[in-house]
């Protein structure tokens, strides 16, 4: 459920400072303003203070519980964001760090439960930091599974339609459309040894084992 007021990006970076700060377990008030830009945190410190989202305790900084699921809420979109950019698209972490914190502030609630879903409700980012769980996550307690997998997962005698490919040469990805392997097909695994053969269509086809990582797929409607 959207929670009731609408952060700025700019309120939503200094509550994920304060975020961070907490882990190393530096939350002091000192560290949280800082002297860059510290005019500007003292404003949003204030402001959530008269808010009721953070409180102040022998100059530590804490959210109080009003203040909790705004914080919870941008970390998890950061770093779900991060495991998608940097795991599926396998991006370098410089153009994850940059990107994620322009697309955390851009993602709603249910962008959000999407991704987490489909990276298969991931714990970490990849610095290793905790990700928050979500509503998804409770949801799939008992079998947190990727909605999306590679392709050597599937069981045999499966049917599975192809997401996409992670190869960035084009001689690959020409191989494999050749043979009718592309996004949105629908695929069989007829066996996984000695050699992987697909089914596709009416057609049995054999390909390479070092394909079968990079092409990933969703369970399809028997």
Same mark, same amino acid.
């Given at each position: 459920?959207?929670?009731?007021?609408?952060?700025?990006?700019?309120?939503?970076?200094?509550?994920?400072? &304060?975020?961070? &700060?907490?882990?190393i377990e530096k939350n002091t008030?000192?560290?949280?303003?800082?002297?860059?830009?510290?005019?500007?945190?003292?404003?949003?410190?204030?402001?959530?203070?008269?808010?009721?989202?953070?409180?102040?305790?022998?100059?530590?900084?804490?959210?109080?519980?009003?203040?909790?699921?705004?914080?919870?809420?941008?970390?998890?979109?950061?770093?779900?964001?991060?495991? /998608?950019?940097?795991?599926?698209?396998? *991006?370098? &972490?410089?153009?994850?760090?940059?990107?994620?914190?322009?697309?955390?502030?851009?993602?709603?609630?249910?962008?959000?439960?999407?991704?987490?879903?489909?990276?298969?409700?991931?714990?970490?980012?990849?610095?290793?930091?905790?990700?928050?769980?979500?509503?998804?996550?409770?949801?799939?307690?008992?079998? *947190?599974?990727?909605?999306?997998?590679? /392709?050597?997962?599937?069981?045999?005698?499966?049917?599975?339609?192809?997401?996409?490919?992670? =190869?960035?040469?084009?001689?690959?990805?020409?191989?494999?459309? =050749?043979?009718?392997?592309?996004?949105?097909?629908?695929?069989?695994?007829?066996?996984?040894?000695?050699?992987?053969? &697909?089914?596709?269509?009416?057609?049995?086809?054999?390909?390479? =084992?070092?394909?079968?990582?990079?092409?990933?797929?969703?369970?399809?409607?028997?």
């Open positions: 459920m959207p929670l009731p007021l609408e952060l700025t990006e700019a309120e939503e970076m200094f509550l994920e400072r &304060l975020w961070c &700060l907490k882990e008030r000192r560290s949280l303003i800082g002297t860059h830009d510290c005019h500007l945190r003292e404003k949003f410190f204030e402001g959530f203070q008269q808010k009721g989202l953070v409180a102040v305790k022998e100059d530590r900084v804490d959210f109080t519980d009003k203040g909790f699921p705004y914080a919870r809420d941008v970390i998890r979109r950061r770093r779900l964001t991060e495991v /998608l950019l940097h795991n599926v698209l396998e *991006l370098n &972490l410089n153009v994850v760090e940059t990107s994620a914190c322009k697309i955390e502030h851009l993602i709603n609630e249910e962008v959000t439960d999407s991704i987490c879903t489909f990276l298969g409700h991931p714990v970490q980012c990849p610095h290793g930091k905790p990700i928050p769980r979500g509503g998804c996550c409770q949801q799939k307690k008992g079998s *947190l599974k990727p909605l999306i997998e590679p /392709l050597r997962n599937l069981p045999v005698g499966k049917k599975a339609r192809v997401v996409f490919i992670t =190869s960035e040469d084009t001689g690959v990805l020409q191989r494999l459309t =050749s043979l009718g392997l592309y996004p949105g097909v629908v695929v069989s695994l007829r066996q996984h040894n000695p050699t992987v053969i &697909l089914r596709v269509g009416e057609t049995d086809i054999a390909i390479d =084992s070092s394909f079968v990582d990079r092409i990933y797929c969703r369970p399809a409607k028997e």
